[in-house]
């Protein structure tokens, strides 16, 4: 069980339903609050980053609530990062979804589905484990998440993917670099196993405080 | 690769399931969020709430259903009857609805699911279609009853095959189903659920062609729905109807299949399933 005084900051900025993420971190005992304050949130222990709707609107709304510096910031400072769907696309440098530069933590874009797949790509898929790590640890082997999606991040650093999946072709599904670890799937969705990601963040988050 | 889905829908009045509840090993077997716990362990991919709540005064009951399911249960949730605004779409996505659906509304004002996509995003939109297949003289006196204004794009002409219903199947509306599914996809609906009236409740297998001719048309997913009375008919809305999810209710609230037994199936038949 996580220590109870670790607290997870859920970014706010109005551009996804992260209801849901907090809904399921509080259901696994995690303390949260969730803000759109800066300094709220870097006072957390670790930050979780979903994120839903458009490329340009969500960063926009990360300039208005003016979370785009404190953001880059926690991830430079090496503390505990967790990426969810839009919050993967969005460290990346820009999107083929809008023009809004994107917070370039990682070089790469954001692509569109292309070829004869239904878009968006939405249920469940598998994700294959490229690479260990503590945020799959416990896991069954390939297991399935659920997802709902339209582009996918395209890192040039091919070191930093943790797992792929296939519509159509392969697309990286997770990264990790560090103490960052984003998830293009919804682990909020994704019944049991989609908890127990959640708990392993926790667990990862503790150990790297 | 992506998997089908199997979606148990669960018909709520007044914050009680209502339909098939015998379950033996429930301790409250209307009790919604006890329901979709016990569809969540065996498998479901996903669940569908309706609120056939008759009262307008009994509508709030859902949100707090809704607020109570997503605090226990994490697969997707879609929730629809009586969703009329924006603001119903935002309050059920707030109180934990992953999607919505819209039925009466959308023929009502057609608008809407633009209005709630822009919002929103395509995602979370669902358009869920009761079609009747029209019987050869029926075309000839096709009949809006629904009391809204229809574009004449869309209503039945003599090539039409199937008519849309609303108010839950008690209305006419003189509107051809395969263009009225075109129209709200292009409006922004991101998921079909395509209820054949034909079909629902008699449990020999879902509309084939309606599913196929639907699925030809639209690139978003398509929800099967109305028929399902044995496993092969699960794989054959997916198989031949190609369809991308099954919606069935009976044939798991009266225990005659686990969702387990129905995933077995189809994965035996090849059809690619989260076991």
């Known amino acids: 069980m996580p220590r109870k005084n670790i607290r997870i900051g859920i970014i706010d900025y109005a551009a996804s339903n992260l209801r849901s993420v907090e809904k399921a971190f509080t259901h696994i005992g995690a303390e949260v609050i969730v803000s759109s304050n800066a300094k709220e949130l870097t006072n957390a222990d670790a930050l979780v980053f979903p994120g839903q709707g458009s490329n340009d609107s969500a960063m926009q709304g990360l300039a208005k609530a003016s979370l785009i510096q404190p953001i880059k910031e926690f991830v430079n400072n090496d503390r505990p990062f967790l990426g969810i769907c839009m919050g993967l696309q969005l460290l990346m440098e820009s999107s083929e979804e809008g023009n809004e530069p994107c917070l370039g933590i990682f070089e790469g874009n954001v692509k569109r589905f292309s070829g004869q797949m239904k878009i968006p790509h939405m249920g469940w898929n598998k994700v294959k484990i490229i690479r260990k790590h503590p945020i799959f640890k416990d896991l069954p082997d390939n297991p399935y998440f659920y997802f709902v999606h339209s582009y996918y991040a395209d890192p040039l650093e091919k070191t930093i993917i943790l797992s792929t999946t296939n519509y159509g072709d392969e697309f990286v599904s997770a990264i990790a670099s560090d103490n960052l670890i984003a998830v293009q799937f919804h682990p909020e969705k994704s019944g049991s196993i989609g908890l127990d990601v959640y708990r392993n963040f926790l667990q990862f988050a503790e150990a790297n405080i | ?275």
Not at chain 2, 51 to 78: C, H, W, Y
Request: charged residues 25%; aromatic residues 6%.
């Open chain 2, 1 to 275: 690769m992506l998997t089908k889905r199997i979606i148990p829908c669960l018909d709520v009045d007044q914050g009680k399931v209502v339909k098939g509840v015998n379950f033996v090993n429930l301790r409250n077997a209307g009790d919604p969020v006890e329901l979709a716990s016990f569809y969540n362990e065996q498998g479901a991919d996903e669940l569908v709430f309706l609120d056939i709540t008759a009262s307008s005064d009994g509508r709030n009951t859902m949100v707090d259903v809704v607020q109570r399911v997503s605090k226990e249960v994490f697969i997707p949730l879609t929730v629809g009857g009586g969703i009329r605004s924006v603001n119903d779409v935002r309050v059920m996505l707030e109180s934990g609805a992953d999607k919505v659906s819209f039925n009466t509304a959308a023929v009502a004002d057609p608008d809407l699911i633009k209005r709630s996509a822009n919002h929103f995003g395509n995602q979370c939109i669902v358009v869920a279609v009761d079609a009747r297949r029209i019987e050869a003289e029926s075309k000839f006196s096709a009949q809006d009853q629904s009391g809204f204004h229809i574009n004449p794009d869309i209503s039945i002409k003599n090539s039409s095959e199937w008519e849309v219903f609303i108010y839950g199947g008690r209305k006419r509306t003189g509107i051809d189903a395969i263009k009225w599914i075109q129209l709200v996809t292009q409006l922004g609906a991101g998921e079909l659920l395509v209820t054949s009236m034909d079909s629902d409740g008699m449990q020999n297998g879902y509309d084939i062609n309606l599913l196929n001719e639907i699925s030809k048309k639209v690139s978003v997913p398509v929800i099967a729905s109305g028929g399902a009375g044995n496993l092969d008919h699960l794989c054959d809305a997916i198989i031949e109807g190609n369809a991308d999810a099954v919606l069935a209710a009976s044939i798991f609230h009266f225990g005659k299949y686990t969702i387990k037994q129905a995933k077995q199936h189809m994965h035996e038949k090849g059809i690619p399933i989260r076991l």
